[in-house]
Each structure stands twice: as structure tokens, then as C-alpha cells.
């Protein structure tokens, strides 16, 4: 995983530019796991964490 990757404070989307792509919000580099979500409406895990759109998340980011 490149060190350059950040994750979304907000929608834990992970990207490399220093906001997120998909809210604005701030990103930190602060963050473990790595879920890439292909079918959103078909998985669970990505229902309970909230995420409505395909790409790639972090499981976890430090507030
Ligand atoms: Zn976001």
C-alpha cells in the first residue's frame, strides 16, 4: 500500500489528493484497512459502514 494514501475523516474513502474526492472532507494519514468496495447494494459490510457509492475505503480512521 503506498505511504501516500490518505483516508476521509468523514466517508473513510481513500485517496492520494488532500481532500476527499467524494465529500470534500479532510483526509488524514492516519488509517488501517483496506476494503474496495465493487458492489455497494450488495454488501453488507459496506451497509453497515455506511457507504453508498463503489471505490475504495478505509476500515479504520483515527479521528
Ligand atoms: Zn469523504
Redesign the pocket.
Known sequence: MPKKMKA??????V?SEN???????E?TGEWQGYLIVLEHEHSELARKMGIKTNGKFALKVRE
Open positions: 476521509c475523516k468523514n466517508c473513510n474513502a485517496t481532500e476527499c474526492t467524494l465529500c470534500g472532507s483526509v
